[in-house]
């Protein structure tokens, strides 16, 4: 049972916009702390997409955004493309545990 | 470019230990620190602590206190993970990660394979 709750799956059609949910509690997402969102392609080692809610490092195309509302963050996906299907991770800080936490992972399969 | 390289694939037996290395180069070692995280077969992400390369200061998961000790080398930039008392669901992909306590980190090891089986 993670910490930060996310769907299991999600799927769209090339072209599509899909949206994936974060949801912590106020000892993580509502305490204010930052929420950052990986991509792992099958096989390989994770990869920073957005960090500090909706900062995009260097080389992620302006496809893939982040908000935040409440103890819940947001990583959205425009124009879906095949290469977009992978596993998608939020990560946060929460004061309870006084550590790291990752939410349980999304499967993004584009149709 | 930043690398974060490890050591290679590990099978042990429970109840053994295990340690983990992460050579990184392109960068200011004691700059950032180094997150460990690992990833059970066909299971999420879970982090299992920081290290300061600057400072040695570390913040262990909650879960792992007192079976788990990262270090670093800064002669070499290269930072390490021990792991004790090894049990069945520790086997999982190790990864080694550059960034600081709170935030995001930014580049990755490729992962150490860590078996578990008698």
């Known amino acids: 049972q993670s910490v930060l709750t996310q769907p299991p799956s999600v799927s769209g059609a090339p072209g599509q916009r899909v949206t994936i949910s974060c949801t912590g509690s106020s000892s993580n997402i509502g305490a204010g702390y930052d929420v950052h969102w990986y991509q792992q392609l099958p096989g390989t080692a994770p990869k920073l997409l957005i960090y500090?809610?909706?900062n995009r490092p260097s080389g992620v195309p302006d496809r893939f955004s982040g908000s935040k509302s409440g103890t819940s963050a947001s990583l959205a996906i425009t124009g879906l493309q095949a290469e977009d299907e992978a596993a998608y991770y939020c990560q946060s800080y929460d004061d309870s545990l006084n550590g790291v936490v990752f939410g349980g992972g999304t499967k993004l399969t584009v149709l | 470019q930043v690398q974060l390289v490890q050591s290679g694939a590990e099978v042990k037996k429970p109840g053994a230990s295990v340690k983990v290395s992460c050579k990184a180069s392109g960068y200011t070692f004691t700059s950032y620190g180094i997150s460990w995280v690992r990833q059970a077969p066909g299971q999420g992400l879970e982090w299992m602590g920081w290290i300061s390369a600057y400072n040695g200061n570390t913040n262990y998961a909650q879960k792992l206190q007192g079976r788990v000790t990262m270090t670093t080398d800064t002669s070499t930039s290269t930072a390490y993970m021990d792991l004790r008392s090894l049990r069945s669901d520790d086997t999982a992909v190790y990864y080694c990660?550059?960034?600081?306590?709170?935030?995001?980190?930014?580049?990755w090891g490729q992962g150490t394979l860590v078996t578990v089986s008698s």
């Open positions: 500090g809610i909706s």
């Open positions: 990660a550059r960034g600081t306590n709170f935030g995001p980190v930014d580049y």
